[in-house]
Nanobody, 133 residues
Framework: QVQLVESGGGSVQTGESLRLTCLGS????????MGWFRQSPGKDREGVAG????????YYADSVKGRFTVSQDNAKKMIYLQMNSLKPEDTAMYYC??????????????????????????WGQGTQVTVSS
């Protein structure tokens, strides 16, 4: 069973940093891609960062490029999102997501991350990030 559990969210001031962590189950090591998206009440989902674990290739939304960094630790089945220079507009629920090879998810979200589309069938419960001015 694919499970993703996010942690690390919180309330910070503008300009501060947070590091989000996503712990995956054993199947996440079979992911074609992983990443993070965010959603605020009344707004569409926004792809924030994506990573292809095999090649380590990363993609970012223009709104976070240069401030956010996605990374992985396959041995620990974890991916991270380092968020620096946070702004109030970064306030949202952040979700870790994965496209697991050979799986048949019951739901799918397709999001652009920069100029690359990502299709993810699994995501966690989310972790809230609140940035105040």
């Amino acid at each position: 069973q694919v499970q993703l559990v996010e942690s690390g969210g919180g309330s910070v001031q503008t300009g501060e940093s947070l590091r989000l962590t996503c712990l995956g189950s054993e199947y996440t090591n079979q992911s074609n891609s992983m990443g993070w998206f965010r959603q605020s009440p009344g707004k569409d989902r926004e792809g924030v960062a994506g990573i292809f674990p095999g090649a380590g290739t990363t993609y970012y939304a223009d709104s976070v490029k240069g401030r956010f960094t996605v990374s992985q630790d396959n041995a620990k089945k974890m991916i991270y999102l380092q968020m620096n220079s946070l702004k109030p507009e970064d306030t949202a629920m952040y979700y870790c997501a994965a496209d697991v090879r050979g799986s048949r998810p019951t739901r799918t979200t397709v999001l652009m991350v920069g100029d690359r589309p990502f299709r993810w069938g699994f995501w966690g419960q989310g972790t809230q990030v609140t940035v105040s001015s």
